[in-house]
């Protein structure tokens, strides 16, 4: 007899394999050597490339590096000019694909100071993803301050407005070996993009496609964890929906290919017309930071949020019968975008009519206006870096 999702979603994992051990404590800190780039962008230059940022397509003049070896622990702590790694041909990642990244933003506040939202949980994450692809665990204060220490030096590439810092802490195996096991040696570094809004057009409505032909993450797989095997695993589904006409992919469960999970890049959310928000539990799924903030927000203004599962059947019967008034996905990157369409290979169906709903937009702003230092901060989720 076969497992059914909510049993095998239940299950506990196998064991895994114990991480490399790490020559300090969760707690443990290290002083960063800082090292100004000699030749940095000149201002005029940077002005031009902060006019149209877009997503990830230029960056800072530094980078934060901390490097690991099982001698010294986590040792060499320095932010310097952004240059490439001489990495070997042999080196574990290249091979082996054991690396593991984040992403958080910074924001200019009105008073000019600069905003962090929640890297602690960031930090957290990291942890979690390093543990989980058997990989050296970076304390969490070296993260943060590798994070911080980042933005401090290259504050004059945060865009004003409604722009940001994209921050982008990552872990590579840097072991020179051909063999498969934990690599002896690590480097992570922070590398930072000035950027404008996620998907072209804003916030407004975004159409989906379901991929019913390839799945994201199995039980006792990755999906909770932020490596980037799981993103080169779904590029093809992403080129499925683009190739539709779609902006993005969700993707169903593994085991019964019923139950939604979550976008490419994105957590997702119901909104009933009772009120009331429904987003799929955790377990297989990345547990957004965005997500998780988005929870806290609506039941702090008396919002029912369940985390429970929900099927690609069900998504649609409920947008037909008007049970269903508004879809959205979350994350780092584009805050909140309404899900307007979804396509399918058995049919395309509306949200809301295909507009952005008020919910989703509300919920956006509140969010926003935390971040940027406009709105009151009462989870205590900001972290002030200047
Ligand atoms: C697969 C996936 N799900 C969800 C998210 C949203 O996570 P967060 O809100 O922490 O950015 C991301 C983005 O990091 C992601 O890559």
């Known amino acids: 007899m076969g497992v059914s999702f909510e049993q095998a979603r239940t299950a506990k994992p196998a064991p895994e394999i114990a991480p490399v051990p790490t020559a300090g ?3 443990m800190s290290l002083k960063f050597e800082i090292q100004p780039a000699t030749n940095p962008t000149s201002e005029k230059e940077r002005a031009a490339r902060l006019v149209d940022p ?8 530094h980078m934060a590096v901390v490097r690991y070896n099982q001698a010294k622990g986590w040792h060499g702590a320095r932010v310097e000019s952004r240059a490439n790694f001489p990495l070997d041909p042999a080196a574990a990642v290249l091979h082996y694909a054991q ?4 992403g958080l933003k910074a924001y200019q506040r009105n008073d000019g100071g600069v ?3 929640r890297p602690d949980a960031n930090a957290r994450r990291f942890w979690n993803s390093a543990e989980r692809m058997a990989m050296a665990p970076l304390p969490e204060p070296v993260f943060i301050e590798a994070v911080e220490q980042l933005v401090r030096i290259d504050r004059a590439w945060l865009p004003g407005g409604e722009g940001s810092l994209y921050l982008r802490p990552f872990m590579i195996a840097s072991e020179v070996f051909l063999g498969v096991k ?3 040696e690590y480097i992570f570094a922070v590398i930072a993009s000035p950027v404008g809004s996620y998907f072209k057009g804003g916030p407004a409505p975004v159409s989906i496609w379901v991929s019913e032909n390839y799945t994201r993450a199995a039980i006792g797989g990755t999906g909770a964890v932020k490596c980037g095997g799981n993103y080169a695993a779904s590029l093809r589904a992403q080129a499925e929906a683009i190739d539709r006409g779609c902006d993005q992919v969700v993707f169903l469960d593994a085991v019964e290919r019923r139950y939604i999970e979550e976008l490419g890049g994105m957590n997702v959310f119901f909104v009933f017309d009772d009120g009331s928000l429904l987003t799929p539990p955790l377990g297989t799924i990345l547990p957004g930071i965005t997500r998780d903030s988005i929870i806290a927000l609506a039941k702090d203004s008396g919002t029912r949020v369940r985390e429970e599962t929900y099927t690609i059947d069900q998504w649609r019967a409920d947008a037909g019968s008007g049970k ?3 879809a959205f996905a979350c994350g780092t990157a584009a805050v909140i975008s309404p899900i307007g369409k979804v396509c399918s290979a058995s049919g395309d169906f509306l949200i809301s009519g295909g507009a952005a709903g008020p919910v989703a937009m509300g919920l956006r702003k509140k969010l926003i206006d935390i971040q940027y230092g406009r709105a009151a901060d009462p989870h205590n989720w900001i972290r002030k870096v200047l």
């Open 99 to 102: 690396e593991i990244f984040e």
């Open 182 to 184: 934990p690599s002896a």
């Open 25 to 27: 404590s969760r707690a």
């Open 324 to 326: 269903l008034k508004e």
């Open 54 to 61: 877009g997503f990830g397509r230029i960056f800072t003049d």
């Open 115 to 117: 905003n962090l939202f």
